[in-house]
């Protein structure tokens, strides 16, 4: 057997290659195989066939039974914890300046599937002298953190002249890196003003003097966003120590616009991450989405100090989320909704309406699944339900 992508760089001979490669172990446990067997140094192909039959009898008897009622399983597993979580807003990371919906409130919104979350935030990583070198570093805050005319400067107004006044500070303009000029301009584009510039002092007015449209040029000049994303109010910048020992600047951010942040120079795409799963789903797909999902929701539980529930309830529900391509919630608006069984739809919510529309309707129940069967009081077709046996008598030897 030839060596194979997967096989590159491992330190082992052809002949345990070839046995472990026959295995059924899935992907993860091979490279672990290979990993220990090259620790060991010379091993013998006996000595690894050992070594795979362990592991191969260890993996198979972990895996799941036939006809295991897995989703009632997870669903006890996710919600006999849940109760305990806390319905509180919790500072992010150990970052004190950023708060971050944690516990039940957002346990919640990862299964409702919420378009946007309530505190929606970016962690942003950077890379080569970007994460090493805070003015660098500063660079690219400045590119996400929505600079408003407020943080540039002040603004005051002349009621007698009819005019707007805006005093920037230079410092300010010099450390965002935006230019009086710039600002002028912005406006001009934005409000559609004849604009006068002379230093940092920018003045404009209405067309015809009014007051109301003093004030509503006002108004109009503190939405603009003169520099960096405007769905991305604040950035915090921290310096942080990795598993491998190095330190880094890292972003946190307050808002969020993934796709704008990762087309930024100095961003590292492959880990930066938000907490808004159908951002990340439109910009990276649906695998990622359903990654997302499990760390988010992995991350939710850690924070209240119950990781120990086992990630592959999680992976459960992240794949009934995920698995038609889209992302689904469990609810009646998702997956519950969706489901085939009128007794099982009607038992989730809004059970008169169910019953309502498939009587007029004329829908039949198959009685396939757990909830339905209970209520009429019939075996669930799981486990031993779902095990059809039949004493038949014994042919006749004689024949």
Request: negative net charge; glycine residues 8%.
């Amino acid at each position: 057997m030839t060596e194979s992508v997967f096989t590159q760089g491992y330190d082992v001979s052809d002949d345990i290659i070839v046995i472990v490669e026959d295995s059924e172990l899935p992907r993860r446990l091979k490279d672990r195989v290979y990993e220990t067997l090259e620790a060991h140094g010379e091993v013998t192909p006996e000595q690894a066939q050992d070594v795979v039959s362990a592991v191969e009898t260890k993996y198979i008897d972990t895996r799941v039974d036939p006809l295991d009622p897995v989703g009632t399983v997870s669903a006890q597993s996710i919600g006999e914890p849940g109760t305990q979580l806390t319905m509180n807003t919790f500072h992010y990371a150990g970052v004190a300046e950023i708060d971050v919906t944690q516990g039940l409130p957002r346990l919640i919104e990862l299964v409702d599937a919420r378009k946007t979350p309530d505190t929606p935030m970016m962690t942003v990583y950077l890379e080569d002298e970007y994460a090493t070198e805070r003015e660098k570093a500063h660079e690219v805050v400045w590119k996400i953190e929505a600079s408003k005319i407020l943080a540039l400067g002040d603004v005051s107004t002349n009621v007698a002249d009819m005019r707007v006044q805006i005093s920037l500070n230079k410092d300010t303009l010099d450390e965002r890196m935006i230019s009086a000029e710039e600002v002028a301009d912005i406006i001009e584009d934005n409000l559609g003003v004849k604009t006068i510039q002379q230093g940092t002092t920018v003045e404009f007015g209405p067309e015809e003097p009014s007051y109301r449209d003093l004030l509503q040029l006002v108004e109009e000049l503190r939405d603009i966003t003169f520099k960096g994303i405007e769905d991305v109010s604040r950035v915090v910048i921290r310096r942080e120590e990795l598993e491998n020992g190095e330190e880094e600047f890292i972003l946190y951010t307050e808002g969020s616009a993934f796709g704008d942040v990762l087309s930024i120079e100095g961003v590292d795409g492959s880990r930066t991450t938000c907490n808004n799963i159908h951002e990340i789903h439109r910009n990276l797909g649906i695998e990622a989405a359903r990654e997302a999902i499990i760390e988010e929701t992995n991350n939710t539980l850690a924070e209240q100090g119950l990781d120990d529930v086992n990630v592959r309830h999680l992976m459960l529900v992240a794949d009934m989320m995920t698995n038609e391509g889209t992302i689904e919630s469990i609810g009646r608006h998702g997956i519950s909704g969706a489901k085939d069984s009128v007794l099982a739809r009607a038992a989730f919510e809004v059970t008169v309406n169910h019953l309502l529309n498939a009587a007029i309707h004329g829908e039949v129940d198959e009685l396939d699944g757990v909830t339905e069967n209970v209520i009429v009081g019939k075996p669930i077709k799981l486990g031993t339900g779902d095990v059809d046996l039949r004493m038949g008598s014994s042919p006749n030897k004689a024949d």
